[in-house]
C-alpha cells in the first residue's frame, strides 16, 4: 500500500523536475541591444544565483532579483523601473527583447555566456585620450532638438568611463573605450538604454547618440578644461506675482494632498518634480529618502510631484509603490500626471512656474511658505566631484532654512 502511495508523489516531483527550466549559467554574460541595423549597445551582467544577477555599468552593479522562469523563457527586471528583458535560452544564448510597454517600445536583446569583453576591439592601440572636459552641443543644426553638455570623461590605457552632464541631469554610469581613433560607450539601467560612438583627435568629438531604438542624435565636442553649464539655480523660477507654489493632488490612498496642510505647516519643504521612470530621478530620491530619515527629528519635509508616463493610473500608482519599496521611501509621493511625462502638460498644473525644464527639479520652501531656491535638473554619483557640490550646496541650505523662524501663529 505504501508503495502504491508512493508511485504518484515520485512521479510528480520528476514531472515537476522536467518541467522546471533550466537556470542561467552562473558567472558573466555579453549582452548587446541592437539599437540600429549595423549599431548594438553592449553590456555585461553576471548571474550569481538562480535568482539574482548584477548589471555592471563602469562603478555602478545593479541587483536583479526579480526574475521568473517559464518554460525556456526567462524574464528578468531591474528595480524600480518598469522595462524588463523577455528572452529565450537555447544553447547557453539569450535572445529575445527588452521591453518598456507604457510607451510600446521594443529593443531586441541577445546574450552570450563567458564573455567578459564590453565592446569588441578592432584596433590594440588608443589613437587619443579622452581624459578631461568637453564642451559639448547635441544636434548641433537642429534648433528645435540643440542642447549643449559638458563631457567628463577618465581614460586608462583603451578604457574609457564618464558621463556627459546637461542642464537636466547627467547620462549617468558610462562604460567603454578608445578603440583607435573612436570612442564607445554604453550604458543600461533596466530604464534607459544610451549608446554614444565618436571619432576623436585630440581636441575634438563628431559622434553619435543612440537612445535605444527610437532616437539617435548627433552631438559635437572640443575639449575645454574650464568650461561649466549654466548654474542650475538660475533655470527654473517663479512667473511674476508669484512667491509660492500651490498644488493639489492625490496619494496612493486617494488622499488629497496640498502644501497647507499641518504637516506642511512651519516646516521647510522641498517638493520634487519627478517620475518613478527617470535614472536621474532615481539617484535624486535615494539622496533625499537617506537625508529625510536621518533628519526626522528636525522641522524639514520632502514631497514628490510624480509625472508618470504610465497608461493608467492604477499602473502609474503601482511604479510610484515600486519605487517607495524599492528605496525605502518614507515621505509622500503624489501622482501629479499620468499617461504622458510631456513638460508642457506639467507646467500647466504648475502655472506658478516658468517652465519645467526637467525631470527632477528640486523647489525649496522656507518656513513661511515662500520659495527660496528652484534646483534644476540632479548631479548623480556618476558625476563626481558636481555630486560632492550638490550634497555641500544642499545641506548648507537646507540649515540656513532650519535656523530661520517659522510663520507667526494666527
Given at each position: ?212 531604438n527610437h532616437w539617435e542624435e548627433p552631438f559635437v ?190
Open positions: 500500500m505504501k508503495k502504491i502511495l508512493l508511485l504518484p508523489i515520485v512521479m510528480f516531483v520528476m514531472s515537476c523536475n522536467v518541467n522546471r527550466p533550466k537556470a542561467l549559467a552562473e558567472g558573466v554574460w555579453r549582452a548587446e541591444l541592437q539599437v540600429t541595423e549595423t549599431e548594438v549597445l553592449p553590456f555585461n551582467f553576471e548571474v550569481t544565483s538562480r535568482d539574482a544577477l548584477k548589471i555592471f555599468n563602469a562603478d555602478e552593479a545593479i541587483m536583479v532579483t526579480d526574475i521568473n522562469y517559464s518554460n525556456d523563457t526567462i524574464v528578468f527586471k531591474a528595480p524600480v523601473f518598469e522595462g524588463y528583458i523577455e528572452a529565450v535560452l537555447k544553447n547557453g544564448t539569450l535572445k529575445g527583447n527588452f521591453i518598456k510597454e507604457s510607451l510600446d517600445r521594443v529593443v531586441p536583446f541577445t546574450a552570450r555566456f563567458g564573455e567578459e569583453t564590453r565592446f569588441e576591439l578592432q584596433n590594440q592601440t588608443a589613437n587619443a585620450d579622452v581624459s578631461g572636459n568637453w564642451e559639448t552641443v547635441f544636434s548641433p543644426n537642429n534648433e528645435a532638438d540643440r542642447y549643449i553638455a559638458k563631457g567628463i570623461f577618465r581614460q586608462e590605457g583603451q578604457s574609457v568611463t564618464g558621463t556627459f552632464r546637461t542642464t537636466t541631469g547627467d547620462y549617468r554610469y558610462l562604460e567603454g573605450v578608445m578603440d583607435g581613433d573612436t570612442m564607445k560607450l554604453s550604458t543600461f539601467d533596466g530604464a534607459h538604454a544610451f549608446l554614444f560612438t565618436a571619432k576623436v583627435t585630440d581636441s575634438t568629438m563628431n559622434g553619435m547618440f543612440y537612445s535605444g565636442a572640443k575639449r575645454n578644461a574650464s568650461y561649466e553649464l549654466p548654474d542650475a539655480n538660475d533655470l527654473t523660477f517663479l512667473n511674476e506675482g508669484y512667491d509660492t507654489l500651490e498644488f493639489t493632488f492625490p496619494d496612493a490612498e486617494g488622499n488629497q494632498v496640498s502644501l497647507s496642510d499641518d504637516r506642511f505647516k512651519n516646516k521647510v519643504v522641498v517638493v520634487q518634480i519627478m517620475g518613478t521612470w527617470c535614472p536621474n530621478c532615481l539617484d535624486e530620491s535615494k539622496y533625499y529618502s537617506e537625508f529625510y530619515d536621518t533628519n526626522a527629528e528636525k522641522d524639514i519635509e520632502f514631497v514628490a510631484l510624480a509625472f508618470e508616463y504610465a497608461k493608467t493610473e492604477e499602473k502609474a500608482f503601482q511604479s510610484i509603490k515600486r519605487l517607495k519599496d524599492g528605496i525605502g521611501i518614507q515621505y509622500p509621493i503624489l501622482l501629479a500626471q499620468y499617461g504622458t511625462s510631456s513638460k508642457t502638460e506639467a507646467q500647466e498644473k504648475l502655472p506658478m512656474l516658468n517652465h519645467v525644464l526637467s525631470y527632477p527639479t528640486s523647489i525649496f520652501i522656507d518656513k513661511k511658505g515662500k520659495v527660496r531656491k528652484i534646483h534644476t535638473g540632479f548631479n548623480g554619483p556618476a558625476t563626481g566631484e558636481k555630486f560632492v557640490e550638490f550634497q555641500e550646496e544642499f545641506t548648507t541650505f537646507i540649515s540656513e532654512l532650519l535656523e530661520e523662524e517659522g510663520a507667526s501663529a494666527l
